[in-house]
């Protein structure tokens, strides 16, 4: 199923964190931890503005990376470092409710590392079950690190593989595969800014089946696309 929000400018943040909060009360009213699996670049600023305006219990929420940069916590393009620096402070959660990976290990260790780390929280003999995973959109079409025609979109069973020649730099990373994805139950796209807006259309009113992102279809899950009027601004609209 997919739901198209096309907010005016402004009103992303709002339809964001609205959906985040609505999301996570089905999940912690059924006793359950709300697991979040998040995204690098501009969705983190967007995350700074949007996660104060939720009222819920911080305390019960996990947030795991769909795919993270092998770098020190401390540089500027690591994405648990992004969101430490812009979120830690603005809504009460821990650096522990961030499963974060160990940027000390290879890219291969460090994949094999964050599914035992994973395990923690989802049975190991099934794929896992994200609540909510939020996806960014790149301008070739890639989501988390699964880049057009890379053979990883063809992983069918780790949940999480290394790749070191990301075309995106830096070039050593993990992502969440195509199964994981695929198996959560809400899939977000958070799309903005007109440098989207070309392939935003090519995905979503195109024929394209081949693309990263085009290849999200939860099997049980919702997918939606928000994304603001610079984003949506070559969608023909009925
Ligand atoms: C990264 C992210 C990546 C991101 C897309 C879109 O490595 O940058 O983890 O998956 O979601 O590249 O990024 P922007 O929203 O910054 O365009």
Request: aromatic content about 10%.
């Amino acid at each position: 199923e997919k739901i198209l929000i096309e907010p005016r400018d402004g009103l992303v943040a709002s339809c964001l964190s609205n959906l985040l909060q609505t999301s996570a009360e089905d999940v912690l009213a059924s006793g359950d931890t709300f697991k979040v699996g998040l995204s690098g670049g501009s969705l983190v600023q967007l995350l700074a503005q949007t996660l104060p305006n939720i009222t819920t219990d911080w305390s019960r929420w996990y947030f795991f990376f769909c795919d993270e940069r092998i770098v020190p916590f401390d540089s500027s393009d690591s994405t648990y470092g992004d969101y430490k620096t812009k979120l830690i402070g603005k809504v009460p959660v821990t650096e522990e409710q961030f499963i974060k990976i160990n940027p000390d290990l290879s890219a291969e260790d460090a994949a094999k590392d964050y599914i035992k780390k994973m395990s923690v929280f989802f049975p190991p003999d099934r794929v896992p079950c994200f609540d909510v995973l939020l996806l960014g959109l790149g301008p070739d079409g890639h989501t988390c690190s699964l880049f057009p025609g890379h053979k990883l979109l063809n992983e069918a069973s780790l949940w999480v593989c290394p790749i070191n020649d990301s075309p995106k730099p830096p070039p050593s990373r993990i992502t969440f595969t195509l199964p994981v994805i695929n198996n959560a139950k809400k899939c977000i796209f958070v799309i903005t800014g007109s440098s989207k807006a070309e392939i935003v259309k090519r995905i979503l009113q195109g024929r394209e089946r081949i693309l990263p992102a085009a290849r999200v279809q939860p099997h049980n899950g919702y997918l939606y696309w928000i994304l603001d009027e610079d984003a949506a601004k070559f969608l023909e609209t009925a």
